[in-house]
């Protein structure tokens, strides 16, 4: 009897546990289909870029909302029912935007196409159907536009639940040209019934902010591309080398080495320049195979670290590349649709800002480079070096040419690398000038002379010619030496017989 009652309470026990458990997860089952159907409703976004003289507003507006707004039957939302009704729709959204200065003058509005575009999340607002479209704001004369009231109450003014983000997508005179930042949300004020005026207060602007912006974005260009980084490293690294003979051997002096990365430099630039200034001008640039260019240009002067391939032809090539890497440059300024003045400032800010920051590089890479280039040692770390970034743009050659791989990923991370690389330079080479400064003056002649012999000799510094010693010779020995070769000069010569 005690065994059946205590099996019996067992089992009571775990059919109370059990049924717990169903609840719980009944309850996470209903709670979950709650937070699915529970979207977060879409809202209208306005961008505003900032220019020379007016302000682009790019609006984009569910088209639910639209339709909820203006009694408009939209149909099945595609962009043939938008153009079906773009009159009545741009007439609605023009009555809803009514921008003025802060003294009250009106400013002008002009409207741009309407385009059906598709937007949101699953797991947030749902999938959508939004109307995108782009107002040019021109402000009165005398008005600078850069403070005043949006007057835009589209929407808003109808969809109690609705609202719009108001940012700022660029302002160049402000120095804004890395991403969008909020102004505020206009919404309808449910006490009132109305929908409160939205002033717009923009950053003070200047010509200077805007060129210091486009200078520092010159610098984070450099800074960030890891593929320009590792085309003027491959650059630099032979560049404390003679070549001879198809192979790089002694050391250059300083000034040498001083010149021909000038000249390397110089030519890049010119290179870059021209094509920087061609392409943010509007000619075509196709992006995958100008991406595809610059990684052939990182492999060709890998190579040419490793051995020689065009002495002396440095500067002509880094032009020819420059004039690929700058098509590449001129894709970031495209994308700022800039026009006149801010434009040519444009250019030549950001071009002086990837200027000063390759010869930052310069500065910090060529002194150790120097004084490696020194040791015996410096060969295996030049040709380490190279491989390394052939192999990386191999990597991301193959990737740009449509074979995504494991070695382009890796390679897109060694800018986080830069700084470490530089900083192991200088120790190293301080490094081997302070082992070279202990071992005295005797020791560091024979490294840099080598044996008598060639075995041990590194590539960099070739068999120099040394005289060789012989013990005095005596007698009858020494007088047929001096008959063979002529009198020994301060000797007089003596007869046979003597």
Known sequence: MPDTSIAGRWALAWARRLGALTALAFALLLLGAQSASAHVVPWTTMQLDVQDGDIQATVSIPLDDIAAATGIDLGAQTQADIDAD?????????????????????????SGTLTVAGAGDPSTTGVYRQLVTTF?????????????????????????????????HSDWAAGHDDGSYELGIIEL???????????????????????????????????EGTDHQLFLLALLVPAPLMAV????????????SLQRIARITAAFTLGHSVTLALGTLGLPVPQRPIEALIAVSIIVAAAHAIRPIFPGREALVAAAFGLVHGLAFSETLRELDLSGRRLVLSLLGFNLGIELMQLLIVALVLPPLILLAQSRRYRLARIAAASIAGIAAAGWLADRIGHPNPIADAADSLSGFIRPIIAGLWIAA????????????SARSLTRSGPPTRRGLSEEQPLAPSPTTRPPLEGAAAERTHLGRGPRRGVPLQSAGA
């Open 430 to 441: 301080i490094a081997a000038a302070l082992l070279g400064h202990r071992r005295g003056p």
């Open 136 to 168: 040019t704001l021109i402000p009165p004369p005398g008005d600078d536009g850069r403070s005043f009231v949006l007057g835009y109450t589209a929407v808003v003014e109808k969809v109690i639940t609705h609202v719009t983000v108001v940012t700022v």
């Open 245 to 256: 003979r198809g192979r790089w051997t002694a050391p250059a002096t300083t000034r040498q």
């Open 189 to 223: 004020d449910t006490a009132s019934g109305a929908v409160p005026a939205f002033h717009v207060d923009l950053d003070d602007g200047s010509t200077l902010r805007g060129f210091l912006s486009m200078l520092t974005l010159g610098v984070r260009h450099i800074e």
């Open 86 to 110: 773009f009159a009545e729709i741009s007439a609605y959204l023009l009555a809803h935007l009514a921008p003025t200065s802060d003294d009250g003058r009106a400013w002008v509005v002009e």
